[in-house]
């Protein structure tokens, strides 16, 4: 018979197999081997969330916990990134741990809680079809089998994104998408285990999905396809964009004075969605195709310094274009070369 820490070890091997043979599943690590199987009932908890208990599938001594809620701005996001990340440190016999995204970007936890405190192992189901399985046809917790995307090969400017953490890759056996993993605004290591700051770092995750997909939407950046958020192993929020890749070149400084008409012409359009992108330069700005725009025009990207205009700040296109970069002035672009 198999000692629990071999089958644990198998069980890991097979999914890093699996992993290597069909691409990297978003918000899916090699310990999320959980699948969610019959609710059970509910259990009391403070107001404004919701817990439901589940089966795990193909594991009867386990249960899963699943606390929700309903959120309405960036704040009360923030508040319940907070509260579900003190939930899951002061849960007891705690045996994997993750929040997640629910379609509108709310914060879901999971807890998988072992159901018999006197038995400790928690790998009956370690056989390597039911691992495949869990994978191919049923998802994991943050991960549903009906999420297609996964990460293929890194890409962009590495050099820049080694301050953040933030990443660029194409998509696995789909190179007409780039999936952007977003860390809001540092490495994982240097976020504070503070739970306050965690929130902040989850409303501002919130907010570049919120803009990026907005500015996909009126066409002034690429198309959004799916978004999501969840928590690294250190429970510390990661973001996932996935986008339409932008095939063809960043605008030189002589490029950016040829097409100085059609740039205004799309920050006009920020302005009018009431976008302020916040870090307009040369790099951020790109011509060339995607594959639902097969003609070659410009866009603007990156919209990880975003925020709103307020109505009271609108007072005229030149608003927009000025607070955008302080090489604006007159209304006339003077953009910052990187």
Known sequence: MLSRRTGLKRRRRTIKR?????????????????????????????????????????NELLRIKRKTTTAKTVQSLEKAYINMY?????????????????????PVAFIVVNNDINNNSTDKASKNNEVKKIFQEHGSLCNKSNIEYRMGKQIGMKEQMEESEDALYVGFNNKDIIIKKITGGGSPQSHSNNSKDIGKVFGDIYKEIKFSKKAGNIYVGPRI????????????PVGYLV??????????????????NNIHELIDKLYTARINHGDLHNRNIMKGTTISNPEERIWIIDY??????????????????SCMSEKYKNGKMKIVYV
Request: glycine share 6%; proline share 2%.
């Open 18 to 58: 699996i992993v290597t043979k069909h691409g990297y599943p978003l918000c899916t690590t090699k310990k999320d081997i959980y699948t969610i199987n019959k609710e059970l009932g509910e259990e009391e908890t403070e107001e404004g969330y919701n817990i439901h208990i589940y089966s795990v599938l193909d």
């Open 243 to 260: 986008m339409e890749r932008i095939k063809g070149h960043y605008l030189n400084k002589k490029e950016v004075q040829k097409e100085s």
């Open 304 to 321: 990880g310094d975003a925020n709103l205009i307020s109505e009271k700040d609108k007072s005229g296109p030149h608003y927009a274009v």
């Open 225 to 236: 396809l799916y978004s999501t958020i969840c928590s690294d192993k250190y429970m510390k």
């Open 86 to 106: 003190n939930w899951i440190k002061t849960s007891e016999n705690v045996i994997f741990a993750r929040i997640c995204s629910d379609e509108n970007l709310n």
